[in-house]
């Protein structure tokens, strides 16, 4: 069994994991603060996201990845900070970049879960016509945002 390591997250503890559809990729979230992007193909770290949160990340998901390999991923702390985080791979010098967006500020305090529906030929969603719907639930409230093509809060 192969482990997945980097030195520059040694002392930090893993908070939140998830794993792309395909199987490709795992983000995981930490106590620090910070989001990273793995390559289980190669078993290496493809990218961290260094401060998108100021305190623990207590989930991460990933809900989109195209064949340009861009993947979209939301993460949360229980402040109610959420962000969304597109990793885009380089087509000239390779690697990865990331570029987070501020979703909440704090209206999502204690968020416990982050619940992502993605899109399926076989299972066309029926609540609306966005391509991936993500939910996501605090101490008193649940949002439902449209995530594709789009970012939109619906309710």
Same mark, same amino acid.
């Given at each position: 069994?192969?482990?997945?390591?980097?030195?520059?997250?040694?002392?930090?503890?893993?908070?939140?994991?998830?794993?792309?559809?395909?199987?490709?990729?795992?983000?995981?979230?930490?106590?620090?603060?910070?989001?990273?992007?793995?390559?289980?193909?190669?078993?290496?770290?493809?990218?961290?996201?260094?401060?998108?949160?100021?305190?623990?990340?207590?989930?991460?998901?990933?809900?989109?990845?195209?064949?340009?390999?861009?993947?979209?991923?939301?993460?949360?702390?229980?402040?109610?900070?959420? *962000?969304? =985080? $597109? &990793? /885009?791979?380089?087509?000239?010098?390779?690697?990865? %970049?990331?570029?987070?967006?501020?979703? #909440?500020? *704090?209206? =999502? $305090? &204690? /968020?416990?879960?982050?619940?992502?529906?993605?899109? %399926?030929?076989?299972?066309?969603?029926? #609540?609306?016509?966005?391509?991936?719907? /993500?939910?996501?639930?605090?101490?008193?409230?649940?949002?439902?945002?449209?995530?594709?093509?789009?970012?939109?809060?619906?309710?």
């Amino acid at each position: 069994m192969k482990s997945l390591k980097d030195d520059s997250l040694q002392d930090n503890k893993v908070t939140c994991l998830d794993v792309s559809e395909d199987g490709g990729f795992l983000i995981s979230g930490y106590r620090g603060g910070q989001v990273a992007l793995w390559d289980l193909v190669g078993y290496k770290l493809i990218k961290i996201a260094p401060d998108p949160h100021t305190t623990e990340v207590i989930n991460a998901k990933i809900y989109h990845m195209d064949d340009n390999e861009t993947l979209l991923a939301v993460s949360s702390e229980e402040s109610g900070r959420v *962000q969304h =985080l $597109k &990793f /885009t791979k380089k087509s000239f010098l390779g690697g990865y %970049s990331v570029e987070p967006q501020l979703l #909440f500020k *704090q209206r =999502l $305090k &204690f /968020t416990s879960g982050i619940v992502v529906q993605r899109h %399926s030929e076989l299972y066309p969603n029926k #609540f609306c016509e966005a391509s991936s719907l /993500t939910a996501f639930a605090a101490a008193n409230e649940i949002v439902v945002c449209a995530m594709r093509p789009k970012i939109k809060e619906l309710f």
